[in-house]
């Protein structure tokens, strides 16, 4: 028999899974750190920066404030134990982690380095640059670049090597040695990657299995698609790889009231050691691109949390902000709120914020301390509301902020 598993109890298995529901640590170190992506065994990577870059953000949801100094290290140290790829989109990983996407690298390197593909028009550049990084190392795209790159393209302007770079990384052919000032080092994955990493063959089917049982682990309870998205796995193989896992006991029927396509019940699981707690206490700001949220149907599934970043909409068409954060408090999405951190000034300024249908009354009087907190993490002294701040909660932070409120020393 299918075992029931209420909305809300499946609101909580889920974050609990996610790391939410536990009291912060009184210190944050690297131990904490490598706990976290034990966890969820991927940081999505995200170059804007108005408020704070995405990586840094999960961390700080789940643990609370931290030395930001420490993660860099674990992540852009070419010695530390990561490195980054496309599990997701952009992310960082364990190194270890590597050989579980040979396939993905041998199905990029047929979708964008066949025959008559650009990368192969391209050799002269690529046989170029493989002999650059044989002899200097890991190099940043612009320590490589020669007067003959020319910049194109309206978004990115990347260069024939930039995009050269980027192709032989998508093929595992480069690895990513860290980061300089966020710039990639690209080098050789024979000379950035352990051999455990470079030796270590795996099936694509194993690969497959193993990273959705992950996904089952890190999500605690879900649908076929909301575990595939984890690691954006596609096609037949995952119902193969998910019945597998059911088999073996891994993974338990769930049935979840609400959870429907097209009036039919969804079908989902539970991972056999997800928690099941009676309650979750959490007060967290989520980055557009945290687990939690980063599959859109997911989180409307299960959050009733409708969720689009607007960073590519154009600013008079935008309904909550550019880079407006879920606003976690306990087991609700309870609003979303636009964040810049003017470090010049030394303010969080609170662009726009509102409230979802439902949220508590209380949620004001538990974001303040919230905002005090991450205001104090990224160094700044107060928190304001802009003028002219969209929302039916920014009025309502504005009065409670009034006549300022300074934080951090």
């Not at 809300?8 to 529901?21: E, K, M, S, T, V």
């Not at 904490?32 to 999505?44: H, I, K, S, T, V």
């Not at 006991?249 to 609400?258: N, R």
């Not at 003017?342 to 409230?355: E, F, H, N, P, Y």
């Amino acid at each position: 028999m299918v075992e029931q598993v209420s909305p809300a109890l499946a609101r909580r298995i889920a974050l609990a899974a996610q790391g939410f529901g536990r009291p912060h640590p009184e210190t944050v170190g690297t131990r904490q750190l490598n706990g976290l992506m034990d966890r969820l065994r991927l940081l999505q990577i995200d170059s804007v920066n108005v408020f704070e870059r995405s990586h840094y953000l999960p961390a700080f949801a789940r643990l609370g404030a931290y030395d930001r100094t420490l993660l860099d290290r674990l992540t852009f140290d070419a010695r530390g134990p990561y490195t980054e790829y496309w599990p997701h989109e952009a992310a960082f990983l364990r190194t270890e982690d590597w050989p579980l996407f040979a396939w993905r690298m041998r199905a990029y390197r047929a979708r964008y380095g066949g025959p008559g593909s650009w990368f192969e028009v391209n050799e002269s550049t690529v046989e170029w640059l493989r002999g650059e990084l044989a002899a200097n190392g890991p190099l940043v795209a612009g320590e490589i670049e020669h007067d003959a790159n020319h910049r194109t393209g309206p978004w990115w302007g990347w260069s024939e090597v930039k995009r050269a770079l980027e192709r032989m990384f998508l093929f595992g052919e480069v690895a990513i040695a860290g980061r300089t000032r966020f710039q990639r080092r690209y080098g050789l994955a024979a000379d950035v990657l352990p051999a455990s990493a470079l030796e270590q063959t795996v099936s694509d089917e194993d690969a497959i299995r193993e990273l959705l049982r992950r996904a089952a682990v890190a999500y605690g309870i879900g649908t076929a698609r909301d575990f595939a998205d984890y690691y954006r796995i596609k096609g037949p193989r995952v119902a193969t790889a998910l019945q597998e896992l059911e088999d073996a006991g891994e993974l338990v029927p769930v049935q979840v009231p609400g959870w429907e396509s097209a009036g039919r019940p969804l079908r989902a699981w539970m991972h056999r050691d997800a928690r099941k707690p009676r309650r979750v206490e959490a007060a967290a700001l989520l980055s557009p691109f945290d687990p939690v949220v980063w599959y859109r149907d997911r989180a409307m599934r299960m959050f009733g949390f409708h969720y689009r970043i607007e960073i590519y909409t154009p600013a008079p068409k935008r309904v909550y902000g550019y880079y407006s954060l879920p606003i976690l408090l306990d087991d609700a999405l309870v609003g979303r709120i636009d964040l810049k951190s003017d470090r010049q000034a030394g303010v969080l300024r609170v662009q726009s914020a509102w409230t979802e249908p439902g949220a508590p009354p209380a949620t004001i009087d538990r974001l303040l301390p919230l905002l005090e907190t991450t205001a104090a993490w990224q160094g700044l002294e107060r928190v304001e509301v802009a003028e002219g701040a969209r929302g039916d909660l920014a009025p309502l932070l504005a009065d409670a902020l009034r006549p300022g409120v300074r934080f951090g020393a």
